[in-house]
């Protein structure tokens, strides 16, 4: 069965960086896109962008360009998501998420990670 | 400030049918399909509803997707106590090239 396992709760400084990896099994890693969801506390899901494990390209949201870097790793099956430049407003839970579509970008999540909480605080 | 509108809260009896909506527009529901997710407290979302209809396998056929225009909906017939959650609509949009979402609907179990 599919499986996303995101590693585990982080604590940073402002101004520092995270990098949460999301480590993928029970289906073809290289076939379908992943994308990555935060969620602040007590608030909604907020599409952070996507990536292609076959190619590794990738998608930003305008939000987070210029502080995001999607990339994988295909030999172990892995994505990684790092986000620069903290602030207290980037505490949240961290998911990523498998599409249900192969090889399609416009393609919705339908399998997710258990999430990752990223504290922010001096 | 979320692209697709959700009611914030929505409740019912066990037994009863209730009906979650969700409000786009052209550039997102109204070309693309809709995806529900169920998220109780501290846990991730899964998927209730994908491609708009589908049931994925482990979900009862008491979850029901339609959509009409630029509006779709959820419908949960014979409500249980476990239906209980929160719930989201997303839908893929063309000007982001990326995925949006509801602000999310407290489902209460009364």
């Known amino acids: 069965q599919v499986q996303l396992v995101q590693s585990g709760a982080e604590l940073k400084k402002p101004g520092a960086s995270v990098k949460v990896s999301c480590k993928a099994s029970?289906?073809?890693?290289?076939?379908?896109?992943l994308h990555w969801v935060r969620q602040a506390p007590g608030q909604g899901l907020e599409w952070m962008g996507g990536?292609?494990?076959?190619?590794?390209?990738?998608t930003y949201s305008q939000k987070f360009q210029g502080r995001i870097a999607m990339t994988r790793d295909t030999s172990t099956s892995t994505a990684y998501m790092e986000l620069s430049s903290l602030s207290s407003e980037d505490t949240a839970v961290y998911y990523c998420?498998?599409?249900?579509?192969?090889?399609?970008?416009?393609?919705?999540?339908?399998?997710w990670g258990q999430g990752t909480l990223v504290a922010v605080s001096s | 400030q979320s692209v697709l509108t959700q009611p914030p809260s929505a409740s019912g009896i066990p037994g009863q049918t209730v009906t979650i909506s969700c409000s786009g527009g052209?550039?997102?529901?109204?070309?693309?399909?809709v995806y529900w997710y169920r998220q109780y407290p501290g846990t991730a979302p899964k998927v209730v509803i994908y491609?708009?209809?589908q049931r994925p396998s482990g979900v009862p056929d008491r979850f029901s997707g339609s959509k009409s225009g630029t509006s779709a909906s959820l419908a949960i017939s014979g409500l249980r106590s476990e239906d209980e959650a929160d719930y989201y609509c997303?839908?893929?949009?063309?000007?982001?090239?990326?995925?949006?979402f509801g602000g999310g609907t407290k489902l209460t179990v009364l």
């Open positions: 998420g498998k599409v249900s579509e192969a090889s399609i970008w416009y393609s919705l999540i339908d399998s």
């Open positions: 029970g289906y073809t890693f290289t076939n379908f896109h």
């Open positions: 990536i292609n494990p076959g190619g590794g390209s990738t």
């Open positions: 052209s550039s997102n529901i109204g070309s693309n399909y």
């Open positions: 491609k708009t209809y």
């Open positions: 997303a839908s893929w949009e063309d000007s982001l090239r990326g995925p949006v």
